[in-house]
């Protein structure tokens, strides 16, 4: 199918454009951004005027419950969220049921996941057998079945020997290591920011130094074996500091954080609202205002949903029962620009968050994340301008929660290009 998108704002980060231009799209490839080559016609013209037109989004943190959690969500309802929201790459976490650690459950996702009208999927593999921090899986094999990386997501490992012996093998064939810091046993029991708010609620606290502790580890480790680690969800300014510190350095490492945690703190759970029940918990202000500045310098490589659909039965609890997670693909766009507009960052570097840095993450190269001609088809157009009321009934996800319900945010997409095939419009 050949496809012209005209008269609309395209903005690449990966190439720093950001002109009104046409945009042209032949078997399923860029082909060119303004005068269409000679002897093309298209099947079909989209008028983009007074949208953005820009690479797919890049999602580096998507739960899609399958397998084994299906009564939360599917991977057709969070395929359908993800290109309602104009994510069309993203990477979900190894913790399915059973957990992916083997290769034939990854190439099971992997087939399910190939439709025509579906996201690219870039599964984690599990970095231990089962999650259980024991046994090292077979990286090698999970590779070649389609991993793009390798994770315990939220499961902790207890002994560090067992940490460092997978991070050499993952050095040795060149694969990342994802991680999320964060001490269990600080952790432990922890429901909220370890600080006064939960102190007055009554609420066990998780500590910063759960995270700075898990940190220093893991960055001792990146000296000890030269493995690239990507540090997944840091919520906090001493955290921030440390990763800041390990670039400087010179370490393998990036960082992501999660679209909430650039707008929420902790005094914003307000009255026990559980729909603020999230892991790691929404910080103190300070910590809110570090990730925002980690973001401007660079420390931050990338922004992710943090998408984990919960059930209504999980989530409608008193808030130190609840679930953590709330629903974020739809989401991810909106409150990237709303973090933008509240601090005055252009365009260009925001959506750099969430499609060139994301893929750079992924080490998927042109595959994704950019309009570069040869590259994928992929696309998001959306209206900057557009303000829109979050409702359960107005998400495509069939997790429905989420703190931003009944308020109003800016940014809608309106049409999502996979393959330069049309995939979603609203």
């Known amino acids: 199918m050949r496809l012209s998108i005209l008269d609309g704002r395209v903005v690449d980060p990966a190439t720093a454009t950001d002109r009104r231009a046409a945009l042209h799209v032949a078997d399923g490839r860029i082909v060119a951004i303004g005068a269409p080559p000679r002897g093309f016609r298209a099947d079909r013209t989209l008028d983009a005027a007074g949208l953005v037109v820009a690479p797919g989004l890049v999602d580096l943190a998507a739960r899609l419950r399958e397998p084994g959690f299906e009564y939360k969500a599917t991977l057709e309802s969070e395929m359908r969220a993800a290109l309602a929201g104009g994510v069309t790459s993203l990477s979900c976490p190894p913790d399915t049921d059973p957990p992916l650690d083997e290769p034939g459950l990854v190439e099971m996702l992997k087939h399910r996941a190939r439709g025509p009208d579906q996201a690219h999927l870039y599964p984690l593999g599990a970095l231990t057998v089962g999650l259980a921090g024991e046994v090292i899986t077979e990286m090698a094999e999970l590779a070649e079945a389609g991993c793009v990386g390798f994770s315990q997501a939220g499961a902790p490992i207890g002994d560090t020997q067992v940490l460092l012996r997978a991070m050499l093998y993952a050095h040795t064939y060149g694969f990342t290591v994802w991680a999320r810091p964060q001490d269990p ?30 940190l220093h580890t893991l960055l001792d480790l990146v000296r000890e074996t030269g493995c690239r680690v990507h540090l997944c969800r840091i919520s906090s300014a001493a955290g921030l500091d440390l990763v800041r510190a390990a670039k400087a350095e010179g370490l393998p ?28 918990p929404f910080r103190s202000q300070r910590d809110r205002d570090a990730i925002r500045a980690a973001l401007a310098d660079g420390t931050i490589d990338a922004i992710c949903s943090d998408h984990t659909p919960v059930d209504d039965d999980a989530k409608q609890l008193p808030f130190a029962e ?24 252009g365009l260009l570097a925001a959506l750099a968050k969430v499609t060139a840095g994301a893929s750079a993450v992924l080490g998927l190269g042109e ?29 495509a996800s069939q997790g429905r929660h989420t703190p931003y319900l009944g308020m109003e945010v800016v940014g809608r997409v309106r049409v999502t290009v996979v393959d330069g095939r049309v995939v979603f419009e609203r």
């Open 322 to 345: 609840a679930e953590p997670g709330v629903t974020g693909l739809e989401l991810l766009l909106p409150l990237t620009l709303k973090w933008a507009s509240e601090t005055r960052t």
């Open 253 to 280: 490492v990036s960082a992501d954080v999660a679209v909430h945690h650039l707008h929420l703190i902790d005094v914003d759970i307000g009255y026990f609202e559980s729909q603020y029940r999230v892991d790691p």
């Open 367 to 395: 595959m994704a994340g950019t309009l570069r001609a040869g590259a994928p088809a992929d696309l998001c157009l959306f209206d900057p301008e557009e303000a829109w009321t979050v409702t359960r009934e107005g998400l």
């Open 185 to 214: 046993h600080l952790a432990r029991g922890g429901v909220a920011h370890g600080g006064p708010v939960a102190a007055r609620m009554g609420l066990a606290g998780i500590p910063v130094a759960a995270e700075t502790i898990a």
